[in-house]
Each structure stands twice: as C-alpha cells, then as structure tokens.
C-alpha cells in the first residue's frame, strides 16, 4: 500500500505566521479586540438606551391618561357646580317670593358642594399622579439620551478601529481606544444617573 505523501505543514505555518507578522497580524488581532470589546459595549449601551426610552414613553402614556382622568374630574365639578347653581337660584325664587325654601332643595345644595369637594380632591389627585410619571419620564429621557451618545460614541470608536485596520495606522487604532475608553465612562456615569 502506498503512503500518503507527506506535506511538511510546519514549515509552511511557520511562513504563514511570519507574512501575518510582518503584515501586521499581531496588531490586527488586537484591533479585532478591542473592536469586539467596544462592540459588547455598544450593544450593552443600546439595550440601556431602548429600554430607558420604552418605559418613558410608558409613563408619558400614563401621564397623559391621567391628565384626561383629571379633566374629566374637573369636568363633573363643574357639572355640580351647575346643579349647585341652578338650586341656588331655585331657592332665590323661593326667597324672592316670601316663601319657605323646601328643604329638598337645601339638601341638594348642600350635597352639590361637598361632592365638588371631594370630586377636587381625586382631580387633584390625579394631576399629582401625573406630574410625578411625567417627572419621571423627564429624568428616564435624559437618561436615555445620555446611552444614546453613549452608543454614537461607541459607533465612532469601532468605524476608527476598522479603519485603523484596513490603514494599519496604529495613531487611529488609540483614537479609537481613546474614543472607546471615553464611551465606557460616558456609560457607566449615564448607569449611575
């Protein structure tokens, strides 16, 4: 039976890692690096930035809902306060005409006005409720827009390395970490705020 014929593959390896090295192929590992390391970030960063701005517009919703609860609360007070008045003048005819007020109409009276009491107190309610989300959604926005620079940043460091690659231009390759070590910061102080 005839043998394989024999390749010498370590020789050859060896040529490869040599043409690799003076290509550059030790400095294009470490761009491939810290690119994918930037590229984590970014989509760390990205994540951050999407929920940040969905649970914004969540409580902008809420918001929005109850101010349309308390308009219509302030709506019903004003309907009391119809009631109230149409009574009102119901007993300054009575008044007006020397006769005694039924008390019916006294009662109403009486009810209209503690029941816009109560109904101002659940609009009030309502628009605190929906100045403290809409207050939140502010602060979730700001948020959301520092992630999003973040992420430009990051997009910006990562375009750099790849150019530094296809240059292999080791000044771009630290504008990029520079640029990359920035967004890490940036991102880290956009977690804490």
């Known amino acids: 039976m005839p043998e394989d014929p024999e390749v010498e593959t370590e020789k050859l390896n060896e040529a490869i890692h040599e043409e ?48 349309a609860q308390a308009s219509d609360q302030w709506t019903y007070y004003q309907a009391k306060g119809l009631k109230g008045a149409v009574q ?19 009662e109403q009276i009486t009810r209209y006005s503690a029941e816009q009491v109560e109904i101002s107190k659940a609009a ?21 827009h520092r992630f ?26 630290w504008g990029s970490i520079i640029l990359g070590l920035t967004g890490i910061g940036l991102s880290l102080f956009a977690f804490m705020g």
């Open 124 to 144: 009030k309610e309502k628009e605190q409720e929906r100045d403290r989300k809409s207050a939140e959604a502010d602060l979730l926005l700001h948020q959301h």
């Open 20 to 67: 690799l090295a003076k290509e550059g192929g030790g400095f294009l590992k470490r761009i491939a690096l810290t690119t994918a390391v930037l590229a984590a970030f970014a989509a760390v960063a990205a994540l951050k930035a999407g929920s940040t701005v969905n649970e914004a517009l969540v409580l902008k919703t809420e918001s929005t809902q109850l101010q």
């Open 148 to 173: 999003a620079n973040t992420v430009a940043l990051f997009q910006v460091s990562i375009a750099l390395g790849a150019i530094a690659a296809l240059t292999r231009n080791q000044n771009l390759w």
């Open 88 to 106: 009102e003048g119901a007993r300054n005819t009575w008044e007006a005409a020397g006769k005694p007020v039924p008390r019916k109409i006294t």
